[in-house]
Nanobody
Framework: VQLQASGGGLVQAEGTLRLSCAAS????????MGWFRQAPGKEREFVAG????????RYASSVEGRFTIGRDNAKNTVYLQMNSLKPEDTAVYYC??????????????????WGQGTLVTVSS
């Protein structure tokens, strides 16, 4: 099983980034997918989740309206489009594959597989 996140980098406030996470080694279309992030000195937190079909999404209130999660089951890839970035969005972003109800998307214990993370730095 592998989840390879990419697309992180340094961006100015109000800028945009698009993260990608390529999955392999499991049946991607059977799993919900999520993005979490961890800022220096802080706990890991939920960012966004999407159900197996892509028809249902969930967002943390801090990113709602600015971030969009999507997936392409044909390419075994999940995306996170991040707009209007703020310095407080600076963190390592992780993708994860999970199961169960999408209403539990924010529960990290519902995720079986995790990627290695990609660093996003937003300068003011």
């Amino acid at each position: 099983v592998q989840l390879q996140a990419s697309g992180g980098g340094l961006v100015q406030a109000e800028g945009t980034l698009r993260l990608s996470c390529a999955a392999s080694g499991f049946t991607f279309s059977n799993y919900n997918m999520g993005w979490f992030r961890q800022a220096p000195g802080k706990e890991r937190e939920f960012v966004a989740g999407i159900n197996w079909s892509g028809g249902v999404t969930r967002y943390a209130s801090s990113v709602e309206g600015r971030f969009t999660i999507g997936r392409d089951n044909a390419k075994n890839t999940v995306y996170l489009q991040m707009n209007s970035l703020k310095p407080e969005d600076t963190a390592v972003y992780y993708c994860a594959a999970g199961y169960g109800y999408i209403s539990d998307a924010s529960n990290s214990r519902k995720y079986a597989f995790w990627g290695q993370g990609t660093l996003v730095t937003v300068s003011s």
